[in-house]
Every structure is written in C-alpha cells, then in structure tokens.
C-alpha cells in the first residue's frame, strides 16, 4: 500500500506567500529548503511576469509534492494568494498533495475565524468579490484547522522556526509510507505480537528486537507495516522519536551507502556525507547518540553489518527502538537481543485466502478449484512468499493446467523467483562441509534422528553445524529429537543438487528420485565414469521389482550413502564388497541378496548397516575390523543363526536383532553398546555376560521364552535407564530380585518383567484389585529420603498394545498433586489378556519434594480407556533412603512432570479437578526410548509421527484418574 506522500513530482515544495515575507521568512526558507537539497517552486524564479497566472500556477500546485503556506498579516489581502489557497486545497482532496500551515506572527484562530487583519481585508474583499468572499473564507477556516507551525515575533526566534519547518517538510516528504505486499493477510497478528515486546520496557529503554523466520515468510513485510503504522502503535511513549530509519535489503547493499541513509533519514540533513565504512560508523554514534530513533535493518545476514551500522544500545538515544530482520538467529544472539521473534508460517486458512486472492481475485477459491487449491497451500507449508508467486501463475489457469503445475512442482521443480529467495540461506553458509550437510539432508535424511545422521555424516562433533543450519532456519528439530525440514527448503536442497548437472544423471552428486536412479543402475558402464555420485537413495513397493547388476556400483568411487529397498541384484553378488565404494559410510539395504557376509567384508568406514528383512544366514568371521559401525540393524532375518564376531566392531552403539526367529544365542558384546533390540527372538536362550556393559541404557527382549538369565546384568544397572523382558516367561526368581533390587534409575523408562506378584520387599502394598495406595512419609533422624520406588502389576485387554500410564500423586499435606508420565503398560506381540506383567519404576525426590510426616496418595492406571487399555492390578511403593540415585538422561521430557497446587481437588469438586488437568495431559511423550528403526528416510518420518500421534493421550482418560484423588485418605501398611 503506496501512500500518497511517496509520489514523485517536479517540485518538492511550493511556496505560497504573500510578498510581506518574502524578502525575510521566505526567502530564508527557500535557501535552507534547497540547500538541503529540495527541489523548491518560488513564483517570481519560476514564472516569467506577464505570463497568465492561472494555468501556470495551477501546473505549479500540481507538479509539487507539497505546499507550504505562509500565512502572515497581509496574506488575506492578495487575491493571488487566495487563489492559490483554493487550488492548494483542491488538489490536496484530488491528488493527495501535502499541506503544511505556516503562521508567521499570526494567531491561527484569526485565520480560521476571519478576525483582525483578516477581517479588514474581508470587509475590502467584500466589495469586490462578494461571489468568492465565502469560497476564501471556507479555504481559509479548512487550512487554518490543519497541523502546522507557528511563530511570534515577540517570543520566537527566526532562525530555529525555520529549521523547524525544514525538519517538519523533510519529515513529511520522505516516504512514511512503505509499500507493503498488496494483499495483506495474517499481518495485523504478527505485528500485534512483535509491537507487545518494542511497547515493553521503561521510556528510556533502547530495546533490540529480532524478526527471525526462513525467506519467504513475510519478515520485511511485517517489518514495513510496523513503520507504516510508527508512531501509533508505540502507545507508550508516542510521538517522541527524533526520526526513523528502515534500511531495506541491507545485504545487497554497499555499507557505506546504508550509512548515508541512515544519517539522513534520521537527521534530514543532505550535508551530512561520509566516504568511509568506519568514518561511517563513527558519525552514527557521535550524531545519533543522544536521540530517541525507530530504526529497522531488514535482511542482515553479516555481523560486519551491524558493526557498521553501529547496532548497539549505546550508539542511540534513550527510548530508541532497534528491529533487525534476518534469517540467522545467531546474529541476534550476539547483538543479545531483548526478544527475538520467531515469525511462524501461515495456517491454512490464512494460506487459502492469499493464494486465493492472487489466483482467483477474490478471498475463497473458485467453484471447481477447491481440492487443487488445497494441493497448492500444502505443498507450499504456509509460505507467503510460495503462495503470492504460484497463485499469481495459476490465475486464469484451468483445472487440467493446475493439475500439471502441481505435477511438475511436486517434482522437486521449483519455481524459479521461489528458489531464488531460498537459496540465498544456502550461499550464506559458512563452508562447504556444512553446505554438503545440507543437501545430504535434503536429499536424504529429512525426518530421521538428529544425532543418528550426524553420526554417519560426520565423525567429528557437529553440535555446531547443527545449530548453524537451525539458525539459518535450513532445519527444524522436533521434540522427538529429528531433522525437520519445510517442503520447499527442501526441494531447494534437490533443486541445487540438479542445477549442478541438469542433463546428466551420471554426473549428479546426489541421488533421490526413483526414475533418475533406475536409470543409472540400468547402465553398467559409462564413458566418463560416475565418481561424482556421492549419494544414492532407491525404496520401491512395486509388485514387480526391477533388477539391477552389482556391476552398476563399480564406477561409484565417491559412494558414501547407499539407500536401496525393493529392487533385485540377479546372479553372483559374492563380489558386492569388490564394486562398492570404500568410502561408504551409509549402507540401508533391507532384503539384502546375500545369504551371508562373507569374511572378505572390508567396509571399514561404515558408520551404519542395515540389512533388515534379509536372508542372511550367517555373519562370517573376518579379520576386517569395522571400528567406525555404530548402527548395525539385522531385524527381521528370520534365517539369522550366526552373529559377527563383535571384537572387531568394537564401537558398536545400537544392536538391532528384533524377530531373529532363529537366533539362539548372541555372542560377547562390546562394551561400548547402549541399546540392544532383540525382541522377539523366540529361541533365543543365551545372552552374554554383562559384566563390563558400562554404557549400555536400554535392553529389549520382550519376548524370549527360553531365556532363563543374563549374567552380570546386575552389575551393569548404573548405567541403565530401561530393560523389556515381559515376555520372557522362563527367568529365575533369583535373576529377576537381583535386578529389582538393584534398580537406581530414577524417571521414565524402568524394568518390565513377566509376573503377577509384588515383590515382598516392597512396604507400602495396595489391596488386591487396587490401584492405589495411601500412607504417611515416616520420620527417619539423620536420613534423607532420595526416591520413591513404585511396583504396579497389570495386565492388557483383548489387543496386545502398549498403552501410556500415568502416575498420580497426591500431597495431602501440601495441598499438591503430580502428574507423572514416566511409563506405559508394554506388552509383547503375542500375549493374552489373562497374561501378567510388572513394572518397576523410579521417582526422585528432587520431583516429589516430600517432607517426613507428608500425607500422601498415589495412583497408577491407563491414561484411556477402552477395550484397548491397560488394567492395572495392584500397586506398591517403597521409600528409598540415602542410596545413590542416578538421574535419567532421558527424563528432561517438558511433558513428563506437571506438580501444580490444586485446593480444589481437596474440597471435593470433581468438575474442576478434571478441567484444570485436561490441558496439561494433551500432548504425553511418545516411547521416548522405543525405536524399531535407525533409518527409513521419509517412511521412517512418517512412522515416527504416526507412532507419536498413537501414544497422544485422550482426554477422556482422566476423568477416572482425578476422582481416585478426591476420598479421604486412609493409611495402608503391609
């Protein structure tokens, strides 16, 4: 939205005068206003006398941007002058032509009212143009009631009255108004939301606040809309800033031109010129040091920057406001911004009404268009800028035109001005290990584990290069832990992998689109060979799996990830090892052809294997030490007999054997494992000696019948935070108490046994049947009380499905009840609804904050119910005193511990207990330990949300939960 005051004109400023002045006031103003710089019409420079006055003073009036009127003792008197007034004012209504009032040594009332020298000269007039007397007067009482400026010879001084009009001019003709995207949508929101933190503080407060997001969200333009709408919206403190500033688009421009721009915007003063970036600098502080400024640097991505513009709280004025847009948060954590303000993407209503506006001119879609237009606003994930682009093509298009644009976008082909604006976070990058990061993500890795990926791509520590690409709003991470990436960030990614060899294949480093890798498998050899390939991702569902020859990969020198799921390698594959690249590090290829590893398996630089759903019978024996494997998933072998010899895979973090149907005993481990998956493993009957599992955190063997013990797990509990073995139907009592009994890790996770009967230890016992207990916290001289052990059995409905618990403690003495979402009801795969299991989990005092002679009442059940549910049996808790306690590196969940005061729980209203938790309990952890896959690229994204938006717990569930808090509470001793 363009404001009126933007438009150009042969004139800056038309004087208009009576002659009283103009060998003083005006004539002083015209030198200072063109010694400024401005462009100023003057009638006795400009029109030649004897010239027709009208026609040439119109055209003067019309060709200026605005007139200022000098309004002095004698002006009434000159008909030229009121003449003037009335064209003046006519153009204002008709071409938005600024007027500014000037009362030189005249009270405005006798101007508005026709008094005094006025009204002399009126009664004159009278006489001589009774027909336009009231036009005058109408003109006259119109202008005098506009804002102006004002001076008496008695009080005033000439020379500061008339800078003070040049500063008020110079104010006006600068363009106040920014032109702001011409279909506004969703703005007023997010300029409401940034406004709250510039208004916050004291009046002398210099305030920074960042506007942060990826390009294309609307930065600049919220950014614009805040300066069109200075100085109403600073309520505070209104009208009280010396001058502003909006630096647009800084990084496309010179520093020292930025520097320029900003002293003048804000002083109003042409003289005023540096030729150098650190005389630049330097001016700014010395003359912007003392005054209050609005000043807004839009599209910083440099620290040099905002060195140069001196953004800093003492280089500017008491109660100045600083706005810096960019997409690098880190650059406003330097500058140690007060707020930095994450601009959020458009939801979908706002998203179908701009892409409608642009497609269809109107704010819905078109009859007919509703579904494709729904297709547009998701694949452009709530992008303005996308949508202001692909709307504008798409308008006038037919539905069979939509159809295909959306093909062709979908196709990883971006729009060309969209991918333009993207890739500009890419080129700011800071090397090229972290800009091949990037498209490795894209192209591979979007919606996987952040530090599984940064293993394999990286051997070094890349917290860092992580952190760098979130600043640069590149990647998300969600709670889960995984690498998020908006749609069109990442058909960026692809798109600059294909600019880089648009037409052939072979020289492309990257690999991800089904039809592109078909046909370079399909071609064995090549004339210029393709060691420019460093990725290749290929995961098929077709009926019919295309077949490829080994020989396919022999040319592939630089292959460091190889993804492959669906596709056939006919004939002799002994000699894999022979034709892939010795620099793989990725190697994700359920179904794997061979029935073996073969002892000449010499891929020492794999960081992770998966050879899930394969034939592999065996793993020979080999010399070739593997020391950089740290994922090695073999699930689902059903043939599986013979593991490798681990000695040589000695770092080694995750082992995943689930559904090895044959396996019958897992060999000497390393000692640097943390998770082993073998659930079930249904012959599975010897395990190795834990003794030296120092780091291992998770065991699941949740359905292992034959499986009697594990020697020296007892020993190797420091270090865990979760073991499944509720399927394992054969352990001995005594390997199963050493393992209760030695249990210290305190928060989610715990030990899941096979079982029906509290162990007798425990002292505080509910009754059978119940699922709560009641007792008062005992006074124990010079102890303190660490945690809380709690013991619950329960069992699973018709469907064997694991289902989330919740823990619910009541402090009756301190009026507060805790929520806890440390576990979840886990069952094996085949299991009965008669069939037992027992949970064994801890709770820290650091939560409860328990006190001797706290009264207290606890609950353990399913968070929902339903034929699905869980049932829990019976509960037990017991009371751990000065024990080492280690806390869960797992347990920094925000959704695991709500401990809030509830009074009203213990007055007895059940309505309001309900209502005051239901919002608390609506997003539970996911298994934050449970993970059937290491990889999968976009399947496995999927899955993991899917599996997060299972465990979601239902609402309804807590109703039956918040009335076991409400009866009196009774105490229950063993």
Same mark, same amino acid.
């Given at each position: ?144 009631? !506009? ?52 208004? +916050? ?23 614009? =809309? ?18 502003? #500033? ?15 721009? *900003? ?27 003392? *005054? ?61 009404? &701009? ?31 996308? /949508? ?26 971006? =729009? ?8 500009? #976070? ?61 749609? /069109? ?131 020979? +024996? ?94 190797? *509990? ?12 054969? !352990? ?48 124990? @001289? ?5 945690? !809380? ?5 329960? #069992? ?50 650091? @939560? ?11 609950? @353990? ?37 709500? &401990? ?17 938790? +239901? ?9 934050? *330990?449970?993970?059937?896959? @290491? ?12 599996? #997060? ?26």
């Amino acid at each position: 939205m363009a404001s009126s005051s933007s438009k150009s004109g042969k004139y800056d400023v038309f004087l208009s005068f009576r002659g009283d002045t103009r060998r003083n006031l005006t004539d002083y103003l015209a030198l200072t206003l063109e010694k400024e710089g401005f462009h100023v019409f003057l009638d006795e420079n400009t029109l030649t006398r004897g010239d027709p006055i009208t026609p040439a003073l119109q055209q003067a009036i019309k060709d200026s941007r605005l007139a200022a009127i000098i309004f002095s003792r004698g002006y009434a008197e000159s008909r030229w002058c009121l003449e003037e007034l009335v064209e003046i004012l006519a153009c204002k209504e008709t071409m938005g032509l600024m007027v500014l009032p000037i009362f030189y040594d005249i009270d405005p009332t006798h101007v508005r009212h026709q008094t005094s020298d006025f009204e002399e000269a009126f009664l004159r007039l009278q006489q001589r143009f009774p027909d336009k007397v009231q036009i005058w007067k109408d003109a006259l009482k119109a202008a005098a009631e !506009l804002a102006g400026e004002g001076f008496s010879e008695t009080t005033g001084y000439e020379g500061r009255f008339i800078q003070q009009i040049v500063d008020e001019i110079a104010r006006k003709l600068k363009n106040t108004c920014l032109t702001v995207a011409p279909n506004p949508v969703g703005i007023d929101s997010r300029v409401q939301e940034i406004v709250k933190y510039l208004n +916050d503080g004291g009046s002398d407060d210099v305030r920074i606040i960042g506007i942060w997001g990826m390009g294309g969200l609307g930065k600049t333009t919220v950014a614009k =809309d805040i300066f069109n709408k200075y100085p109403a919206i600073f309520n505070k403190y209104p009208d009280k800033f010396a001058g502003k #500033s909006f630096l647009a688009n800084v990084r496309e421009e010179k520093l020292v031109d930025v520097q320029n721009i *900003l002293l003048y915007d804000v002083l109003r003063s042409r003289n005023i010129k540096v030729s150098r970036v650190d005389e630049g600098t330097e001016d700014i502080k010395r003359r912007l040091g003392k *005054l209050r400024v609005l000043v807004i640097v839009d599209g910083v991505d440099s620290v040099k920057q905002l060195e140069a513009l001196a953004i800093k709280r003492d280089s500017f004025g008491p109660g100045s406001r600083i706005i810096i847009t960019t997409r690098d948060k880190h650059l406003l954590e330097i500058l140690k911004a007060d707020r930095i303000c994450h601009l959020p993407a458009m939801n979908e209503k706002e998203a179908l009404e &701009l892409l409608s506006r642009r497609a269809f001119n109107m704010n819905y879609p078109m009859e007919g268009y509703f579904e494709l237009a729904r297709e547009v606003v998701d694949y452009c994930g709530g992008l303005p800028l996308a /949508l202001e682009y692909l709307g504008s093509y798409l308008l006038g298009k037919t539905i069979s035109q939509w159809n295909s644009a959306l093909g062709r976008w979908k196709r990883s082909r971006l =729009d060309s001005e969209i991918h333009k604006n993207l890739k500009i #976070s890419y080129d700011g990058l800071t090397n090229d290990d972290l800009r091949a990061i990037f498209l490795d993500i894209s192209c591979f890795f979007t919606g996987m584990n952040k530090d599984y990926v940064m293993k394999i791509l990286h051997q070094s520590d890349t917290k860092l290069e992580i952190e760098e690409l979130h600043d640069q709003c590149l990647i998300t991470v969600d709670k889960e832990g995984n690498l998020m990436m908006h749609g /069109l960030i990442r058909d960026t990614g692809r798109e600059i992998v294909r600019a880089k060899s648009p037409n052939n294949l072979q020289k492309r480093c990257r690999l991800w689109d089904h039809e592109d890798v078909k046909c370079v498998l399909r071609t064995e050899r090549t004339k210029s060979g393709r060691g420019e390939i460093e990725g290749l991702a290929l995961d098929l569902s077709e009926r019919q799996k295309p077949s490829f020859s080994i020989k396919a990969f022999s040319e592939m020198d630089g292959l460091r990830l190889l993804k492959l799921k669906g596709v056939q390698f006919p004939g002799d594959c002994k000699d894999l090892s022979i034709h892939l690249s010795k620099g793989l590090r990725w190697l994700c290829w359920p179904e794997f052809p061979m029935t073996g590893i073969p002892s000449d398996f010499n891929q020492t630089n794999l960081v992770d294997i998966d050879l899930s759903h394969s034939n592999i019978k065996v793993w020979e +024996d080999s010399d070739v030490s593997l020391e950089k494997l740290k994922f090695l998933n073999l699930s689902y072998c059903n043939d599986l007999t013979k593991l490798p010899d681990f000695s040589n895979i000695p770092n080694l973090e995750r082992l995943i054997l689930k559904g090895c149907k044959k396996l019958e005993e897992i060999p000497a481990l390393p000692t640097n494992l943390e998770i082993l998956e073998a659930d079930e493993c249904i012959a599975l009957e010897k395990m190795p000696d834990f003794s030296e599992m120092s780091r291992m955190r998770e065991l699941h063997l949740n359905h292992s019948p034959k499986l009697s013990e594990i020697l020296g797990l007892d020993k190797a *509990l420091n270090s865990m935070t979760s073991i499944h073995m509720e399927g394992c139907t054969n !352990l001995t009592a005594s390997f199963k108490e050493a393992i209760l009994k030695g249990w210290t890790s305190c928060g989610y996770g715990g030990i899941f046994l096979n079982g029906s009967c509290i162990p007798e230890w425990f002292k505080y016992v509910g009754d059978d049947r119940d699922d709560e207990v009641c007792f008062e916290v005992p006074q124990r @001289v010079g102890s303190n009380f660490k945690w !809380l052990t709690l013991c619950c059995v329960y #069992s699973a409905n018709k469907q064997p499905e694991d289902w989330p618990l919740v823990i619910s403690v009541q402090n009756k003495t301190k009026c507060t009840a805790l929520l806890a979402r440390i576990t979840y009801a886990s069952v094996p795969t085949s299991c009965d609804s008669e069939d037992h299991y027992l949970w064994q989990g801890q709770l820290s005092n650091d @939560v409860l904050s328990w006190q001797d002679g706290d009264e207290v009442k606890i609950f @353990v059940g399913p968070v929902g119910s339903g034929d699905n549910s869980a049932r829990v049996k019976k509960i037990a808790v017991d009371l751990v005193w000065d024990k080492f306690m280690k806390e869960n590196t797992d347990d920094s969940h925000p959704g695991l511990y709500d &401990l809030s005061p509830h009074q009203d729980w213990l007055s007895g209203d059940k309505d309001e207990a309900r209502t005051s938790h +239901d919002a608390s309990d609506e997003n539970p952890p996911s298994k934050l *330990l449970r993970s059937d896959s @290491v990889g999968g690229g976009d399947d496995a994204a999927r899955t993991s949300h899917d599996a #997060s938006d299972e465990n979601r717990t239902p609402k309804r569930g807590l109703f039956s939960i918040f009335s076991k808090l409400l009866p009196s509470c009774g105490k229950k001793t063993r």
